[in-house]
């Protein structure tokens, strides 16, 4: 079983950045290969992709985040993080980690879907006020 939970959401100012946080957790070692993922919610929307990182550590960005927010893990510390800048109002959302885990060595879940995604933190509320 995978836990994620994600941290450092928050009110900002159009045009301010926040760090968002994930740590992943395993309850017991597998074989499996994992790769992850950030999505977004805003109030009576679709849970929409923003980021993903496989397991090559090849990146995916949603058009209407490219160049403003960048994808990364630690993987030592078992932490993704998603750094946010020039955030606008259009950002505000519950932001959500998601991980997947397959057989196998490559793993791929990228942003245009949720369902390749077998686990979900609870999210992390980003609100942008202009």
């Known amino acids: 079983q995978v836990q994620l939970v994600e941290s450092g959401g928050g009110s900002v100012r159009a045009g301010g950045s926040l760090r968002l946080s994930c740590a992943f957790s395993?309850?017991?070692?597998?074989?499996?290969?994992?790769?992850m993922g950030w999505f977004r919610q805003a109030p009576g929307k679709e849970r929409e992709g923003v980021a993903a990182i496989d397991s090559d550590g090849d990146i995916t960005y949603a058009d209407s985040v490219k160049g403003r927010f960048t994808i990364s893990q630690d993987n030592a510390k078992n932490t993704l993080f998603l750094q946010m800048s020039s955030l606008q109002p259009e950002d505000t959302a519950m932001y959500y980690c998601a991980a997947r885990s397959v057989f196998g060595t490559f793993c791929y879940g990228g942003v245009r879907q949720r369902d390749p995604y077998n686990y979900w933190g609870q999210g992390t509320q980003v609100t942008v006020s202009s």
């Open positions: 395993k309850s017991k070692a597998t074989d499996n290969t994992y790769c």
